[in-house]
């Protein structure tokens, strides 16, 4: 890339504004903590508890001035700070020869240390800088053009590694510029939850419910970890007691790579803060965690004990809802009035508490899935709220016990859970007698069978490498006419009771939310296409992920990271008729591949070529290692990332065919990475069965499964496009969903 530059008299006569914000002698800097959204307001009060001047929030971040030594204490004890960087400068960039010209004003040589090695990364766009990785190869030759011109050395880069990060922002034709002071992203602690929450995530929780605050002012702060498994929090919280700095024993800093780095200053502050953790290291207080199990009647005595010995105590939960009917029965105890509450569920409005005012609610996203955080205050706090019905329903009040036959009660909510109980009780004896006599060990066990209790649950057993037993509950959301209070309670005794019935560890609980949507019923705040693409960066198919067996075969499962966990237990059947309709046949399509569940079934039936199309490569390498678990690996089987009706309309036009194609696509899409279409399968489903069709064999055949309940197949646009359709959508509903057998329709696709 080739530029122009100004002469140096002119360089010097044009950066003088951008300079103030890098001098060493100047009093003040510019510097800003970067942070998940929903943080802010908690990371401006923490960074103002630690003398940090000038706070002011902002979106995403929390912007501050001060010394050095400000932006080195804000690196060395913020818990919610992702990253902190110090501005360097601000200049228009209207394109990228403005852009360029903007950051070589820069003194690059009063930034960067001599020899360290640079990386540069922007965000933001405008009509004339569209990308983003180009606008950061602008930057980053502006740097080093400016450091050879002034200094004579060219500094190295290193994307993974760099001594210095620097990153661009880019916003209504303006950059701003700044040096990452953190290095590593300051949430990696070296620790994560069993639930994989992050540090800043479950601080945040501790944050809420005044865990802080309660260390600084109480004799003996006490904390009840009611999260579903021990973790994280724990050691948070614990961390926060005894005044242990997070980046304390951190090893490598990005401010290491800063020309104004001053070490003397560095080091007083984190002489500082291993003084801080010596003085408190006998801190009194207590961190109970009772939820990584079913609590005990003597533990919940002994919290309350400790509770009244203590002077405040916080009690806390993580994600799983199913923790909510522990917390729901330590706050109706009088010895936790005055303890704060903070609760993280992802996906479900905020619970009322006993004799709880109405929380405070942020919106926060861990794991880019979008969840409550509420925080309540003490029970005597604002006391005549209380008297507002609208602030606790007398439906979330523990009001009886249900004796399942383990010699355990079980307390409710709602007294009618006991008719859900032994309804649940009943259906499941049938269908695990049932299922051993089939061989099938994951099934649906119960379906809305009381109207009252909408849910469906499903029971997975794993295959012998991965021993275990999980459920899965997903909630139908309720009419409009039902309190939404009742409904809340009567799902929490169901997430109560279902594992004590079904003897599944209640951390091994995993519940959903379902409502409808466009394209039919689909579960909270997910559409079809974030369905189909799943969470960015994560690894579907980890070696540590829990293996079922179905048909014979044996596949991938993951509970925690996805709207659906990798397998349609009501396509057992449907996957058996793949396996069928093979026999006798070489190649195969697996359209919507999905998990390639069926893709395994096709090559066990003596596929000789399989392909599997999906849009999304984290399916798709799920899908990949579904097939080696099972043995079909090879050149023969291959795995295609398209958007699949683009894709189709490609092999027409080739010369590719298939002896049997399975095609299962989601009910609509609007994927991001289908471009301005979006996907409808009623709408299209005629253009999508007359491309496959147009795919198979002269005496090839097609297997066409939808989901959509109110789907209504064109069949006079279908007979017109010469594609003969046959239901069979009855014989593909397997046993286990006979209460419903609109789950999918199921068609047999061929050429007339």
């Given at each position: 890339?080739t530029?122009t530059?100004?002469?140096?008299a002119?360089?010097?006569s044009?950066y003088?504004?951008?300079h103030?914000h ?7 800097m510019?510097?800003y903590a970067?942070?998940?959204?929903g943080?802010?307001a908690q990371l401006?009060?923490e960074l103002r508890?630690?003398?940090?001047p000038?706070?002011?929030p902002?979106k995403?971040r929390?912007a501050f001035?001060g010394?050095?030594?400000d ?5 060395l ?6 990253r902190v960087l110090?501005v360097?400068?601000?200049f ?7 852009l360029?010209e ?7 040589e009063d930034v960067v240390r001599?020899r ?5 990364g922007?965000?933001g766009?405008t009509p004339?800088l569209?990308?983003t990785h180009?606008?950061?190869?602008c930057?980053?030759d502006?740097i080093?053009d400016?450091?050879?011109d ?8 290193d994307?993974k590694h760099?001594?210095?990060?620097i990153?661009?922002?880019?916003q ?6 700044s040096l990452?002071l953190?290095?590593e992203?300051?949430f990696?602690r ?13 601080a945040l ?5 005044s865990?802080?605050?309660t260390c600084r002012t109480?004799?003996r702060?006490v904390?009840v970890?009611a999260?579903p498994?021990a ?5 948070e ?5 005894h ?6 024993e951190r090893?490598?800093w990005?401010f ?5 780095h001053?070490a003397?200053?560095?080091?007083a502050?984190?002489e500082?803060a291993?003084e ?10 207590s961190i109970l965690a ?9 533990e919940?005595?002994?919290?309350e004990?400790t509770?009244i ?5 916080t009690l806390?939960a993580?994600?799983l809802?199913?923790t909510l009917n522990?917390?729901t ?8 009035k005055?303890a704060p509450v903070a609760l993280l569920?992802?996906g479900?409005?905020p ?6 005012p109405r929380?405070t609610t942020?919106?926060v996203?861990p794991g880019?899935e979008?969840?409550v955080?509420?925080?309540?205050p003490p029970?005597?706090?604002h ?7 609208g ?6 009040r523990a009001?009886a ?6 010699g355990k009660?079980v307390?409710?909510l709602?007294?009618?859970s ?6 649940l009780q009943k ?5 695990r007698?049932w ?10 066990v119960?379906d809305a069978d009381?109207?009252d209790y909408?849910?469906?649950i499903?029971l997975?057993i794993?295959?012998p490498?991965t021993p275990?037993?999980w459920?899965?509950i997903?909630?139908?959301a309720?009419?409009?006419t ?7 309670a009567?799902m929490?005794?169901?997430l109560?009771?279902?594992?004590r ?12 939310t379902?409502?409808?949507s466009?394209g ?6 997910k559409t079809?296409?974030s369905v189909r693409?799943?969470?960015a960066?994560?690894?579907a ?7 079922i067996?179905?048909?014979g075969l044996?596949?991938?499962?993951n509970f925690?990271?996805y ?5 349609f ?12 309709h093979?026999r006798g046949r ?7 591949a ?5 893709t ?7 596929a000789?070529h399989t392909?599997t ?9 799920w899908?990949?290692?579904n097939?080696q678990l099972?043995?079909f ?7 295609e990332?398209a958007d699949?009706?683009?894709w189709?309309?490609e092999q027409g036009?080739?010369q590719?065919?298939?002896d049997?194609?399975?095609?299962d696509?989601p009910t ?5 990475k289908m471009g301005?279409r ?8 005629v ?8 795919l198979l064999?002269a ?6 499964s ?5 789907f209504k197949?064109?069949v006079d646009?279908?007979e017109?496009?010469?594609i003969?359709?046959?239901?069979i959508?009855a014989?593909t ?8 057998k609109?789950?999918?329709?199921c068609?047999i696709?061929?050429?007339?």
């Amino acid at each position: 890339m080739t530029r122009t530059r100004n002469s140096g008299a002119s360089r010097i006569s044009s950066y003088n504004d951008a300079h103030r914000h890098v001098s060493h002698e100047s009093a003040a800097m510019e510097f800003y903590a970067t942070c998940p959204t929903g943080f802010e307001a908690q990371l401006a009060r923490e960074l103002r508890s630690l003398d940090i001047p000038r706070v002011r929030p902002l979106k995403g971040r929390v912007a501050f001035e001060g010394a050095q030594r400000d932006a080195y204490r804000a690196c060395l004890w913020s818990r919610l700070a992702s990253r902190v960087l110090v501005v360097l400068g601000r200049f228009s960039c209207r394109d990228a020869d403005e852009l360029y010209e903007g950051a070589y004003r820069l003194p690059w040589e009063d930034v960067v240390r001599l020899r360290a090695t640079i990386a540069v990364g922007a965000s933001g766009t405008t009509p004339q800088l569209k990308n983003t990785h180009y606008s950061a190869l602008c930057v980053k030759d502006a740097i080093v053009d400016r450091m050879i011109d002034e200094t004579g050395r060219r500094p190295a880069v290193d994307t993974k590694h760099p001594d210095a990060r620097i990153a661009v922002s880019i916003q209504r034709d303006r950059a701003s510029v700044s040096l990452d002071l953190s290095g590593e992203a300051l949430f990696k602690r070296g620790h994560r939850g069993a639930l994989d929450v992050r540090p800043d995530y479950a601080a945040l929780v501790l944050a809420s419910a005044s865990w802080p605050d309660t260390c600084r002012t109480a004799t003996r702060p006490v904390l009840v970890d009611a999260s579903p498994q021990a973790g994280v929090l724990a050691r948070e919280a614990d961390d926060e007691l005894h005044r242990r700095a997070p980046g304390l024993e951190r090893r490598h800093w990005g401010f290491e790579g800063w020309a104004q780095h001053d070490a003397t200053a560095w080091i007083a502050e984190r002489e500082a803060a291993r003084e801080e953790a010596q003085r408190h290291r006998d801190a009194a207080g207590s961190i109970l965690a009772l939820g990584a199990h079913s609590a005990s009647d003597a533990e919940l005595n002994q919290a309350e004990a400790t509770a009244i010995a203590g002077n405040l105590l916080t009690l806390s939960a993580s994600r799983l809802p199913l923790t909510l009917n522990l917390v729901t029965q330590l706050c109706a105890s009088p010895a936790f009035k005055d303890a704060p509450v903070a609760l993280l569920s992802a996906g479900a409005a905020p619970c009322a508490l006993p004799g709880r005012p109405r929380p405070t609610t942020t919106i926060v996203r861990p794991g880019n899935e979008e969840a409550v955080l509420a925080a309540y205050p003490p029970a005597d706090a604002h006391a005549s709220q209380a008297e507002d019905a609208g602030n606790a329903s007398p439906a979330l009040r523990a009001s009886a016990t249900v004796d399942v036959g383990n010699g355990k009660p079980v307390p409710v909510l709602v007294p009618a859970s006991e008719q859900f109980a032994r309804r649940l009780q009943k259906v499941a004896r049938l269908r695990r007698r049932w299922a051993k006599r089939e061989g099938i060990s994951c099934y649906r066990v119960y379906d809305a069978d009381l109207p009252d209790y909408a849910a469906a649950i499903d029971l997975f057993i794993g295959a012998p490498e991965t021993p275990g037993r999980w459920l899965q509950i997903a909630e139908y959301a309720a009419p409009k006419t039902i309190d939404p209070a009742l409904a809340q309670a009567r799902m929490l005794d169901i997430l109560s009771l279902a594992p004590r019935v079904l003897d599944v560890d209640p951390a091994c609980v995993h519940a959903k939310t379902r409502m409808r949507s466009r394209g039919g019923s689909q579960y909270a705040k997910k559409t079809a296409a974030s369905v189909r693409e799943g969470g960015a960066g994560q690894t579907a198919a980890s070696d540590n992920l829990p293996h079922i067996n179905e048909g014979g075969l044996t596949f991938i499962v993951n509970f925690d990271d996805y709207l659906d966990c990798g397998i349609f237990l009501d396509h057992r059947v449907t996957r058996s008729l793949v396996r069928e309709h093979m026999r006798g046949r070489k190649r195969f399509l697996n359209l919507f591949a999905y998990t390639g569940t069926a893709t395994c079934y096709a090559a066990d039936g003596g596929a000789e070529h399989t392909t599997t199309v999906d849009l999304s490569n984290t399916y798709l390498d799920w899908a990949r290692r579904n097939m080696q678990l099972n043995g079909f690996t090879g050149r023969n089987h291959t795995f295609e990332r398209a958007d699949v009706l683009s894709w189709i309309r490609e092999q027409g036009r080739g010369q590719r065919r298939w002896d049997l194609i399975f095609c299962d696509p989601p009910t609509f899409s609007n994927s991001t990475k289908m471009g301005q279409r979006t996907f409808d399968v009623q709408r299209d489903h005629v253009e999508l069965l007359s491309g496959v069709a147009r795919l198979l064999t002269a005496d090839g055949e097609a297997i066409f499964s939808c989901n959509l309940r109110s789907f209504k197949p064109d069949v006079d646009a279908l007979e017109h496009a010469g594609i003969i359709l046959d239901d069979i959508t009855a014989a593909t509903i397997p046993e286990d969903y006979a209460r419903n057998k609109r789950i999918h329709c199921c068609y047999i696709v061929r050429n007339a």
